[in-house]
């Protein structure tokens, strides 16, 4: 017998991930989630009265209670958690944000309200340009103060693993000073932080886009490349944004300079950022909610993984993917929640409660959307699920269920937070 780090024990219900991944699951037959439609080749694998054990900030043993404390005893473990009557899931994997932000724009969600449209709201300054402004007039520590708050919401929430985008600075030192901002919070946090440079984001103001791409290009790039923070580097292809064409040279230099592409593609248009995703093998294609059968198509083909980001429908009161079309299509569907100062809800619960009510998920999609095929969306295979030999990324629920993350829409079910193996939010803090 060896002793664990930290051992959860009589799960009400242990979901482990995907029922058919290709990682060695726990040490048990276990059913296959009631929750598998025709449409999701991957039902939940669950365990009854589950446990886990973690070492080292990786999991151990995952299986029935009875077995896995045989092995590690709780008499042995730092910490002991006794999840009695409680779901146990991964971590939440929230594979798309803006979450490094400054000033307020509560009084644009007021005028959006009143009927005025998003694109008039940035045609006057504000949108976008207007969190650019902010963040170019703030401080390091005040970024860094702001971001940690965040995170620590996030945290509270059961998000485990974050990517943050830079984008509001659209300048080579403010951008630099983003990606380093990012890099401190996420040394500094329990929440582990995926940086992604986002330089074309938008068009400046006073710049036109064609001489705004070559700056990004010949300065940005080079200059976040030699930085060596960011792994990712997007780009925001829309109609009055940037074109396919534009969007291609941005991203092959981004992969030139040793960054993996993603896209923010037919979001409010359908111009063929879905298809760019596909020809230059980016690691996802975000937004597409005007996305067609033959772009989703191609992403399967490509090996894109879709983020679909239901808060940002529910935020401008847009149509919503129909989720229906790319299960169909045999896509690993991702679901994030897009945190920005136009889509306000660091929650990956009320993101996969949209996903359900208004994509038409059903709870077992929803949740691998929010943690194993958002890893995916990251290029990360060892976080997601509760596997032998991925990191300790555990959430406990104040609920029976899985299901209640949805179903409790609203309300936070997160009782208990364990990252990297160590409790760091709710009962059993390691301080």
Known sequence: MSGAQTVVYDAAELVVGPADADETGPDTDTPADADATDAQPQPLQVVENGAIAIQDGRIRRVGPTDAVLDEFPIEEAVHAIDARGRAVIPGFVDAHTHALIAGDRSDEFARKLRGTPYRQILAEGGGILRTVRAVRDASEDVLLAALRDTLDTMLAHGTTTVEIKSGYGLDVETERRMLSVIERAGAAHPVSVVPTFMGAHAVPEGQDPETYVDSVISEQIPAV???????????????????????????????????????????????????????????????????????????????????????????????????????????????????????????????????????????????????????????????????????????????????????????????????????????????
């Open 225 to 431: 490349a030699d930085q060596g923070i960011a792994q990712f580097c997007d780009v925001f292809t829309e109609e009055g944004v940037f074109t396919v064409d534009q969007s291609r040279r941005v991203l092959e230099s981004g992969m030139a300079a040793g960054m993996t592409p993603k896209v923010h593609a037919e979001e409010l248009t359908h111009l063929g950022g879905a298809q760019l995703a596909a020809e230059v093998g980016a690691a996802s294609a975000d937004h597409l909610l005007h996305a067609t059968d033959e772009d989703i198509e191609a992403l399967v083909d490509a090996d894109v993984t879709p983020v679909l980001l239901p808060g940002t429908a529910f935020g401008l009161d847009a149509e919503y993917p129909v989720a229906s079309r790319f299960f169909e299509a045999g896509a690993p569907v991702a679901v994030a929640t897009d945190f920005n100062p136009n889509c306000h809800s660091e929650s990956m619960g009320f993101a996969l409660a949209l996903a359900c009510v208004e994509c038409g998920m059903t709870p077992a999609q929803a949740l691998l959307a929010g943690t194993r095929n958002g890893a995916r969306a990251l290029n990360l295979d060892d976080r997601g699920a509760l596997r032998p030999g991925y990191r300790g990324d555990v959430v406990v629920l104040d609920a029976p269920s899985y299901v209640h993350v949805p179903y409790s829409y609203g309300v936070n079910r997160v009782e208990t937070v364990i990252a990297g193996g160590r409790p760091v939010h709710g009962g059993a803090v390691d301080d």
